[in-house]
């Protein structure tokens, strides 16, 4: 679809819409910004009509379903309007950093609101307790899975992770109510992630869950939630400041457990960096 259709799509569709379809029209029309980084549960929520109905707009409007729509938005949202704050082509490279900072800055601050230190404390008990700590991800929340295990893996080697979802399954499969499972996936939607969590659960396996909503489907088989507050548009899959921002997280919550404790952290510093100095030029 071509994006700057997507209003004049609503607004001839808008007549054959059922009244709680033009519940939802409505609020995308007066809250278009907000809209596109709303999950389909959040955007039901604000309506007052249920995720079922929300689909059946999508449909109606051609789309397959919610987040294609939600695509369609964000690309409507993206073209310029007069005046309009926006990047240009010819955008000097300092401005550049000043907007880049400003982004990163927003991320992380918004984050550290969403964050919830009572829940920092619960994730950091079920690490200390864990027998094996299993770090995933999928796609772009793997990488930062991997950055995750690497911190925690200089202080003990109870943490693993693995970057294929087939093998994430299985070692799923192989969980016992000692293991911990964190993942990381900004949406806390996906199929992957949701069948990992569903086999570890009912092998008693204990699940944080770091993500950007708190309704997420994910959620529901978390043990723990932390939140990253961090907004990301549709068109902005995988964009750095929404990376940070999933990395102040993990980095609170290291600084949690490394000074929950001090003796075992002091121990292994001194080993693992007694073995990397030979590494060093």
Known sequence: MNPCNFWELLRS???????????????LTRHAEEAQY???????????????TIFRFCRSL???????????????????????????????TATLCT????????????TRTALDPDAIDAAATLLQR????????????????NDIWARFATVSTKFR???????????????VPEDVVLFVSYSGSTRDMME?????????????????YADAPGTALADVVLLCGARESP??????????????VAEVLVLRYTLDNQELTALARDRTSKALAPKLL
């Open 13 to 27: 569709r808008y007549s054959e819409l059922t009244r709680s379809g033009r519940v939802v029209a409505d609020y």
């Open 38 to 52: 709303l999950s389909i549960s959040a955007l039901a929520g604000e309506c007052g009509v249920a995720e079922a």
């Open 62 to 92: 051609g789309f397959d379903g919610y987040n294609e729509m939600k695509i369609a938005l964000a690309q409507a949202n993206a073209l310029p309007a007069a005046g309009a704050n926006k990047l240009e082509p010819g955008t000097d």
């Open 99 to 110: 907007h880049a900072l400003a982004v990163v800055m927003e991320a992380v601050n918004g």
């Open 130 to 145: 864990a027998r094996q700590v299993f770090c995933f991800g999928q796609g772009g929340s793997q990488i930062l899975a």
């Open 161 to 175: 992770t693995s970057g294929d979802s087939h093998m994430q399954t299985i070692a799923a499969s192989l969980m």
């Open 196 to 212: 990992t969590l569903r086999i570890a659960k009912e092998n008693g396996a204990r699940v944080i869950l770091l993500t950007h």
């Open 235 to 248: 068109l902005e899959a995988g964009s750095i400041a929404a990376k940070i921002a999933v990395l102040f």
